[in-house]
C-alpha cells in the first residue's frame, strides 16, 4: 500500500477481492454491481434495508426463503470470521473441502468442489458402500446452543464474540441461523460443524453438510449414521433422513459422480464444428434426462462458442414454472442480446412472469442489456408499480432509467417520497437521470453517491453468475 492510500479504502478494495465469489453468486444482481461494497462495508450499524428475503426454488419443486445481505451487511460479516480462519486451517479435518477460510479471494469453490469430488472418488474405491447423508434445513436450524457448543471445541472463546454479536443483530433483521449462500457464514458452519466430525468412527469427506461416509457393508453403514445423528444432537441439529442413502460403490460411481466431461470440450484441440457438435450432445442429453450437472456444464460453453442451440430451450423454460438453474440461462441469454430472436421474444416473456418471483428477479438485469423498445419499457414501468418485492423494485427502477424512461422513473419516485423501498436505486437512477437525490432515502444513499462521484459510470447490474 503506498504512503497516500487511505487505509478504510484499501481494506474495502481487499473485501472486493475476498468477497468475489459471493457477488457472483447473488441471489439477486445489484443494481449498481456492488460499486459501492468499500464504502457500505465501514457503515457501523446494520438496518432493515441491509437484509431482503428472496424465494428461490429447490431442486424438488419446492422453494426457500433465503436473505440477501448488502455490503454493509456482507463487511461485518467477513470482519466477524476473521479470528475463525486461522483457527480453521488448524482444526478441520483434510477431508473437509470448501471454505476452509470463509470468503477468500481471488479463491474459486468450484476448484475445492473438485478435491471433494476427487477426494471422496478416492476414497469410495477402497470401499463397497458410500454413506450420503446432510444435515435438514443446516442453515436456518443453527441455534446459540450450536454456537455454544462448538466454541467450546474450538477452544478460542474470543475468536466466536465478534460471530456471536453479528448475528445477535441479522436475528433482529429475520434471519434465522446462518445466511445461507455466503463464504463466510460457510466457514462458520464448517467450524460448528467441526465438533460433529471428531466423533465419526468411519472416514468421511464433506462439503459444508453434504457429508460421504464410506463403510464396507450396510450395517456398518446404518451405524455410522446413527453415529452421526448422535453426533449432530448436541448441536441441535439433526439428518435429513429423506436424503440419506447407502449406495454401493457401482452406484455411487453412476449416481453421485456422473459420467467424466474432460473429453468433451477441447477447443484447442479440436475443429469449431467439432466441438459445437459435442456440446450440443451433451445439452441434448441433459434437456433428455433432466440432468442440472450437464446443464450447467454446457450452457456457459454453448455460449462461449456464440452458438444459440439452446436459445429456444432456455426462452420456454424462463416462461414456465420458476427455475433453478434461471441464473445460468439468463447468462445464456445475455450472449444474443441483440439477437432478433431473443429480443422480439421479451414482451412475451415478461408477460409469462404472474409474479415478481424468481425467473423475473434474475431476467431483470438481462432486460437492462437488451435494445429498448416501448413495449418492454411499457411492461417494466407496470411492473415497477404493482411489485412487492424490494428487490425487484430496484432492479426495475434501474432498467427503466437505462432505458431513458425519465418519465416513468419521476413519476414513481414522486409517488413515494421518501419511502422508496430501495434508497440505493432510486440514488442511482436519480444521479443517472439528474434527478433530485434525498438523504432520507435510506443509509445506503451516502456510500453510494460517494462511488459513483468517484467512478463516474454506473456499472450494469451483473448478469454473469455462478449459482
Same mark, same amino acid.
Given at each position: 500500500?503506498?504512503?497516500?492510500a487511505?487505509?478504510?479504502?484499501?481494506?474495502?478494495?481487499?473485501?472486493?477481492?475476498? @468477497?468475489?465469489?459471493? !457477488?457472483?453468486?447473488?441471489?439477486?444482481?445489484?443494481?449498481?454491481?456492488?460499486i459501492?461494497?468499500?464504502?457500505?462495508?465501514?457503515?457501523?450499524?446494520?438496518?432493515? $434495508?441491509?437484509?431482503?428475503?428472496?424465494?428461490?426454488?429447490?431442486?424438488?419443486?419446492?422453494? &426457500?426463503?433465503?436473505? $440477501?445481505?448488502?455490503?454493509?451487511? %456482507?463487511?461485518? @460479516?467477513?470482519?466477524?470470521?476473521?479470528?475463525l480462519r486461522?483457527?480453521?486451517h488448524? =482444526?478441520?479435518?483434510?477431508?473437509?473441502c470448501g471454505?476452509?477460510?470463509?470468503?477468500?479471494?481471488?479463491v474459486?469453490? #468450484?476448484?475445492?468442489?473438485? &478435491?471433494?469430488?476427487?477426494?471422496?472418488a478416492?476414497?469410495?474405491?477402497?470401499?463397497?458402500f458410500?454413506?450420503?447423508?446432510?444435515?435438514?434445513?443446516?442453515?436456518? *436450524?443453527?441455534?446459540p446452543?450450536?454456537?455454544?457448543?462448538?466454541?467450546?471445541?474450538?477452544?478460542?472463546?474470543?475468536?466466536?464474540?465478534p460471530?456471536t454479536? %453479528?448475528?445477535k443483530?441479522t436475528?433482529?433483521?429475520?434471519?434465522?441461523?446462518?445466511?445461507?449462500?455466503?463464504?463466510?457464514?460457510?466457514l462458520? /458452519?464448517?467450524?460448528?460443524?467441526?465438533?460433529?466430525?471428531?466423533?465419526?468412527?468411519?472416514?468421511?469427506?464433506?462439503?459444508?453438510?453434504?457429508?460421504?461416509?464410506?463403510?464396507?457393508?450396510?450395517?456398518?453403514?446404518?451405524?455410522a449414521?446413527?453415529d %452421526?445423528?448422535?453426533?449432530?444432537?448436541?448441536?441441535?441439529l439433526?439428518?435429513?433422513r429423506?436424503?440419506?442413502?447407502?449406495?454401493?460403490?457401482?452406484?455411487?460411481?453412476?449416481?453421485?459422480?456422473?459420467?467424466?466431461l474432460?473429453s468433451?470440450?477441447?477447443?484447442?484441440?479440436?475443429?469449431?464444428?467439432?466441438?459445437?457438435?459435442?456440446?450440443?450432445?451433451?445439452?441434448?442429453?441433459?434437456v433428455?434426462?433432466?440432468?442440472?450437472?450437464l446443464?450447467?456444464f454446457?450452457?456457459?460453453r454453448?455460449?462461449?462458442?456464440?452458438?444459440?442451440?439452446? %436459445? #429456444?430451450?432456455?426462452?420456454e423454460s424462463? *416462461?414456465?414454472?420458476?427455475?433453478?438453474?434461471?441464473p445460468?440461462?439468463? /447468462?445464456y !441469454?445475455?450472449?444474443?442480446?441483440?439477437? +432478433?430472436?431473443?429480443?422480439?421474444h421479451?414482451?412475451?416473456?415478461?408477460?409469462?412472469?404472474?409474479?415478481?418471483?424468481?425467473?423475473?428477479?434474475?431476467?431483470?438485469?438481462? @432486460?437492462?442489456?437488451?435494445a429498448?423498445?416501448?413495449?418492454?419499457?411499457?411492461? !417494466?414501468?407496470?411492473?415497477?408499480?404493482?411489485?412487492?418485492? /424490494?428487490?425487484?423494485?430496484?432492479?426495475? =427502477?434501474?432498467?427503466?432509467?437505462?432505458?431513458?424512461?425519465?418519465?416513468?422513473?419521476?413519476?414513481?419516485?414522486?409517488?413515494?417520497?421518501?419511502?422508496?423501498?430501495?434508497?440505493?436505486a432510486?440514488?442511482?437512477?436519480?444521479?443517472?437521470?439528474?434527478?433530485?437525490?434525498?438523504c432520507?432515502?435510506?443509509?445506503g444513499?451516502?456510500?453510494?453517491?460517494?462511488?459513483?462521484?468517484?467512478?463516474?459510470? /454506473?456499472?450494469? +447490474?451483473r448478469?454473469?453468475? !455462478?449459482?
Amino acid at each position: 500500500m503506498s504512503p497516500n492510500a487511505n487505509p478504510p479504502v484499501a481494506a474495502g478494495r481487499r473485501l472486493q477481492v475476498d @468477497l468475489e465469489e459471493d !457477488l457472483a453468486t447473488r441471489w439477486v444482481p445489484d443494481v449498481v454491481a456492488d460499486i459501492d461494497l468499500p464504502n457500505q462495508a465501514q457503515r457501523p450499524t446494520l438496518t432493515p $434495508q441491509d437484509v431482503r428475503f428472496v424465494q428461490v426454488p429447490k431442486t424438488r419443486g419446492e422453494s &426457500r426463503s433465503v436473505p $440477501q445481505l448488502s455490503g454493509a451487511a %456482507l463487511g461485518q @460479516l467477513h470482519q466477524a470470521v476473521e479470528g475463525l480462519r486461522e483457527v480453521g486451517h488448524r =482444526l478441520l479435518a483434510p477431508t473437509v473441502c470448501g471454505y476452509r477460510a470463509g470468503a477468500e479471494g481471488p479463491v474459486h469453490y #468450484s476448484n475445492e468442489y473438485r &478435491r471433494f469430488r476427487m477426494m471422496s472418488a478416492g476414497e469410495a474405491e477402497s470401499h463397497a458402500f458410500v454413506v450420503m447423508a446432510d444435515i435438514a434445513a443446516f442453515f436456518d *436450524s443453527v441455534t446459540p446452543m450450536a454456537l455454544d457448543v462448538a466454541r467450546r471445541h474450538v477452544g478460542d472463546l474470543a475468536a466466536w464474540t465478534p460471530v456471536t454479536e %453479528l448475528l445477535k443483530q441479522t436475528q433482529k433483521l429475520g434471519v434465522s441461523g446462518l445466511p445461507a449462500g455466503y463464504g463466510d457464514a460457510r466457514l462458520i /458452519a464448517n467450524m460448528i460443524l467441526a465438533y460433529a466430525d471428531s466423533r465419526l468412527k468411519v472416514p468421511f469427506t464433506r462439503w459444508v453438510d453434504d457429508y460421504r461416509l464410506f463403510v464396507d457393508s450396510k450395517s456398518e453403514g446404518w451405524a455410522a449414521l446413527e453415529d %452421526l445423528a448422535k453426533a449432530l444432537a448436541p448441536l441441535g441439529l439433526r439428518l435429513n433422513r429423506g436424503k440419506s442413502r447407502i449406495l454401493t460403490l457401482d452406484e455411487f460411481r453412476r449416481l453421485a459422480l456422473g459420467p467424466s466431461l474432460d473429453s468433451v470440450y477441447h477447443p484447442q484441440d479440436e475443429s469449431p464444428a467439432a466441438v459445437r457438435a459435442n456440446l450440443r450432445s451433451v445439452f441434448l442429453d441433459s434437456v433428455a434426462r433432466k440432468d442440472r450437472r450437464l446443464l450447467r456444464f454446457s450452457l456457459p460453453r454453448l455460449a462461449k462458442e456464440q452458438d444459440d442451440f439452446a %436459445l #429456444s430451450f432456455v426462452l420456454e423454460s424462463l *416462461s414456465q414454472a420458476p427455475q433453478i438453474d434461471a441464473p445460468r440461462m439468463v /447468462a445464456y !441469454l445475455s450472449t444474443f442480446s441483440e439477437s +432478433p430472436a431473443l429480443t422480439s421474444h421479451l414482451p412475451s416473456l415478461i408477460d409469462a412472469q404472474v409474479d415478481d418471483g424468481w425467473n423475473f428477479l434474475r431476467i431483470v438485469p438481462l @432486460l437492462a442489456r437488451t435494445a429498448s423498445t416501448p413495449a418492454v419499457v411499457d411492461r !417494466l414501468a407496470q411492473r415497477l408499480e404493482g411489485t412487492r418485492s /424490494a428487490l425487484q423494485w430496484g432492479n426495475l =427502477l434501474r432498467t427503466l432509467a437505462i432505458h431513458d424512461a425519465t418519465e416513468a422513473v419521476k413519476r414513481e419516485l414522486g409517488r413515494l417520497g421518501s419511502g422508496v423501498p430501495d434508497g440505493r436505486a432510486a440514488a442511482v437512477v436519480a444521479w443517472e437521470l439528474q434527478l433530485p437525490v434525498r438523504c432520507d432515502w435510506g443509509a445506503g444513499v451516502a456510500p453510494v453517491m460517494d462511488s459513483l462521484e468517484e467512478a463516474q459510470d /454506473a456499472p450494469l +447490474p451483473r448478469v454473469d453468475s !455462478l449459482l
